[in-house]
């Protein structure tokens, strides 16, 4: 065998890359990859193969230098085979007299007994196969290391495109006739992004103006130009207003904070500016705005962060709706199916709140993840979600009948009759199991062997107060009070803070009221106090910069006592604290504030000051910190996301975030111990309170109370009073015992099950 191609293994590379990318299609892309790997890769042929999941083969899609005897489409078993084998272990399969391995299975279509040598390499994104790479040589040697090396760095680069090319439906391979029948009934896998079962109409929804599309084009009338622009502007301007007023009703602050960023960069002065300057310097009303709006999305991309990333794609949005307005399109008129099932590649909040919220049942999106915004949103309105949906196109979605099941994120297209039976008989079990939930309401949250817990509400800026009475909540165990502050274009004064503040608490009289001081940095910013930071999560966020800016916080600690006057002793939670240090400051200028308003005449109690446990380091130092302040709450996303090192919003890492993971499990436990030791409360907030099988261990573990979404409330409460704290602790005692976070699930799953309530965590009650 020859000596390795002249170039070098990041020459090679950058020479894949560029024909990669210069091909018009994904299909070209791969043949243009095994195409370069013959020739800067001493062999004699290449060949690339893609999982097909609904035949169950590896079908080959490129080739170069495979003496093919056959015009069928070559199709391999799965399992079959030194292909088989490579993808059975996923691993790098390197062997030099490949037709005597007990392995190989002969094949009549290709002749390969010109070849001796054989290497296989896994084509592997985010943990799923999605193929398998060979090359053939002759002469009996196995591949050098050097070889070998240079393949997998090929093949981890190949891995990327094909995942991209399948999300986009891009690269679908379509089952052989026999095999349509017998897989009609095959649900689409994707990920679950909110739990429940719908049945409808797919309706495909898309940008109905396209900034890309865009040409430049030279103007001599720049002041008509930008009047045009400006009345543009004004008509999105007014469809955004209608739309938030649409998310205030439907949302809480918290889901509905997106369209109060839309309006700001509306409002901008910095945005219209923008666009009039490079409309005044020669470009037409249509080339500006897609001048900003992309420089300002790659600045948003450029940061490497997903959560960011989704504003980006956010502001492409926005700027689409005034370049419609800019081009003078009718807006069409869409009738909405009496169950519509909305599909998109990327869908957003805006063409969610366009579909009457009586005819939208469930969400397809072809991107995304369980904690994107939009299942987020779903997750608020109640109906199921499916996220990340690869291999499919959406456009074989529309005008289909979809069965969607959200606990397992999977989505059935056109369905035989008697799976669509079994699904309606799912949902019709669901529908009856939410009214049962509603005798629930003035019954407390107590297990069968008399142990309560309170089931308090997170709320933000609207009046939840209504919902939480539906629900038969006890209180506010978290008031978002960013959200105040993320809707303004400036900081809120201590009066305009005082009434909000006022407001919640005459909505919950005589009930239990935790208000977390200002919480910014991480993924919450203020448009007018940027924190640019490479790692914004381990940057300056919480008590760090609230005690950097004693003025804000003072400020708002001043408002809050204020407003607590009449009403008995306010719940103050503190964000971010690492250390005992920033507790006590903290403390120190509460307490400053609260005798500055005793010398004023103002008869305020002093309010109960606790604070957030997020971080491993609040974790080692729960029981200092318990003793010095009147509570703590957990923070369960972020102490898990810190605790996991796993970024929550991150797609790519998505599988490795589960708070059920043993570690954060003792995490838990430590704090719990350590508050009850110090003789105080602790309560918990965050996803976990809503997940039907975390809550059985929380019950375990003794927090006092759980804060969580409104809607979910009714759910939590039955399976509190379905378990004794006996049972609960015996199954604490064996997830404890236990090393994977999926064995702990399939516990937990088994409990829910033992004592009928299955239909929590799955389709139909039995």
């Given at each position: 065998?020859?000596?390795?191609?002249?170039?070098?293994?990041?020459?090679?590379?950058?020479?894949?890359?560029?024909?990669?990318?210069?091909?018009?299609?994904?299909?070209?892309?791969?043949?243009?990859?095994?195409?370069?790997?013959?020739?800067?890769?001493?062999?004699?042929?290449?060949?690339?193969?893609?999982?097909?999941?609904?035949?169950?083969?590896?079908?080959?899609?490129?080739?170069?230098?495979?003496?093919?005897?056959?015009?069928?489409?070559?199709?391999?078993?799965?399992?079959?085979?030194?292909?088989?084998?490579?993808?059975?272990?996923?691993?790098?399969?390197?062997?030099?007299?490949?037709?005597?391995?007990?392995?190989?299975?002969?094949?009549?279509?290709?002749?390969?007994?010109?070849?001796?040598?054989?290497?296989?390499?896994?084509?592997?994104?985010?943990?799923?196969?999605?193929?398998?790479?060979?090359?053939?040589?002759?002469?009996?040697?196995?591949?050098?290391?050097?070889?070998?090396?240079?393949?997998?760095?090929?093949?981890?680069?190949?891995?990327?495109?094909?995942?991209?090319?399948?999300?986009?439906?891009?690269?679908?391979?379509?089952?052989?006739p026999n095999c349509r029948a017998r897989y009609k009934d095959q649900a689409i896998s994707a990920l679950p992004g909110a739990p429940g079962i719908a049945i409808g109409k797919g309706v495909l929804v898309f940008p109905e103006a396209d900034l890309d599309a865009v040409p430049d084009k030279e103007i001599k009338d720049a002041t008509s130009e930008i009047k045009r622009f400006d009345h543009a502007l004004t008509q999105a301007k007014e469809g955004m207003i209608a739309l938030h007023n649409r998310a205030k009703e439907t949302f809480s602050a918290a889901e509905s904070a997106i369209f109060d960023a839309y309006l700001r960069i509306l409002d901008s002065r910095t945005f219209s500016d923008k666009v009039h300057d490079i409309i005044r310097n020669g470009q037409w009303a249509e080339g500006a705005l897609r001048c900003v709006i992309k420089a300002q999305v790659a600045q948003f991309e450029a940061l490497d962060d997903p959560y960011l990333s989704e504003r980006a794609d956010d502001l492409s949005d926005l700027g689409r709706r005034v370049l419609f307005f800019l081009q003078e399109k009718e807006k069409e008129t869409r009738t909405y199916p009496e169950k519509t099932i909305l599909v998109s590649e990327s869908l957003t909040a805006s063409a969610l709140l366009e579909v009457p919220h009586e005819r939208l049942i469930g969400i397809v999106s072809a991107t995304g993840s369980a904690n994107a915004h939009i299942a987020i949103l779903a997750r608020a309105m109640g109906i199921p979600a499916i996220m990340g949906m690869h291999g499919v196109s959406v456009i074989d979605l529309s005008d289909k009948t979809l069965v969607l099941d959200g606990y397992y994120g999977q989505v059935y297209v056109s369905p035989s009759r008697a799976l669509k039976r079994e699904f309606q008989s799912f949902s019709k079990e669901e529908s009856e199991l939410d009214a049962e939930l509603v005798a629930l309401k003035d019954l407390p949250a107590e297990t069968l062997d008399n142990h309560k817990v309170s089931l308090l509400i997170n709320t933000g800026l609207h009046d939840d107060s209504r919902l939480a009475s539906c629900v038969g909540a006890e209180g506010v165990g978290l008031y978002r009070s960013e959200l105040l502050f993320m809707r303004e274009n400036r900081f809120p004064s201590e009066n305009e803070q005082y009434v909000a503040y006022k407001h919640?608490?005459?909505?919950?009289?005589?009930?239990?009221?935790?208000?977390?001081?200002?919480?910014?940095?991480?993924?919450?910013?203020?448009?007018?106090?940027?924190?640019?930071?490479?790692?914004?999560?381990?940057?300056?966020?919480?008590?760090?910069?609230?005690?950097?800016?004693?003025?804000?916080?003072?400020?708002?600690?001043?408002?809050?006592?204020?407003?607590s006057e009449g009403h008995g002793p306010l719940k103050m939670m503190l964000p971010m604290v690492t250390s005992l240090f920033e507790a006590e400051e903290a403390l120190r200028l509460i307490i400053q504030v609260h005798q500055e308003l005793l010398e004023a005449g103002i008869a305020v109690e002093m309010p109960s000051v606790g604070t957030m446990i997020e971080v491993p380091a609040a974790v080692y130092q729960s029981y200092e910190l318990a003793k010095r302040l009147s509570f703590l709450s957990v923070g369960s996303n972020d102490l898990t996301q810190y605790v996991l090192a796993v970024d929550r919003n991150n797609p790519r890492v998505a599988d490795y975030y589960d708070s059920l993971h043993p570690a954060v499990l003792m995490a838990l436990q430590q704090v719990v111990k350590s508050a009850h030791k110090a003789g105080k409360p602790v309560g918990i907030c965050g996803e976990m309170c809503s997940d039907p099988l975390s809550v059985i261990l929380l019950l375990a573990l003794g927090f006092d109370s759980l804060s969580m979404n409104a809607r979910i409330l009714p759910r939590i409460k039955w399976i509190i009073r379905s378990f004794t704290l006996e049972t609960a602790q015996e199954l604490l005692k064996e997830a404890l015992s236990m090393h994977d976070p999926r064995e702990v699930r399939q516990l937990l799953e088994d409990a829910l099950e033992a004592v009928g309530l299955g239909g929590l965590i799955r389709a139909g009650r039995q």
């Open positions: 065998m020859s000596g390795v191609n002249h170039l070098t293994a990041q020459a090679i590379l950058r020479k894949v890359n560029q024909a990669v990318e210069a091909a018009p299609s994904p299909s070209t892309a791969l043949a243009a990859y095994v195409s370069l790997l013959k020739e800067l890769i001493p062999c004699s042929a290449a060949a690339l193969f893609l999982c097909d999941d609904d035949s169950g083969e590896y079908v080959l899609v490129a080739e170069e230098g495979l003496p093919i005897e056959s015009e069928e489409f070559i199709r391999i078993k799965y399992g079959d085979g030194l292909v088989g084998l490579v993808a059975e272990k996923e691993a790098l399969i390197n062997v030099s007299c490949f037709a005597s391995h007990e392995q190989y299975i002969a094949d009549a279509r290709v002749d390969e007994s010109l070849f001796d040598s054989f290497l296989g390499l896994p084509i592997i994104d985010g943990a799923a196969l999605l193929g398998v790479v060979v090359l053939y040589a002759e002469g009996k040697h196995i591949f050098p290391d050097e070889w070998c090396s240079i393949c997998l760095t090929l093949t981890v680069n190949l891995a990327v495109l094909v995942a991209q090319a399948k999300a986009k439906g891009k690269l679908t391979m379509t089952a052989s919640l608490i005459d909505s919950f009289p005589n009930q239990p009221i935790t208000m977390r001081t200002l919480d910014i940095g991480g993924d919450k910013s203020l448009p007018y106090f940027p924190i640019q930071e490479d790692n914004p999560f381990l940057g300056w966020r919480g008590i760090r910069v609230t005690l950097d800016h004693p003025e804000i916080f003072l400020q708002q600690v001043r408002a809050m006592i204020r407003a």
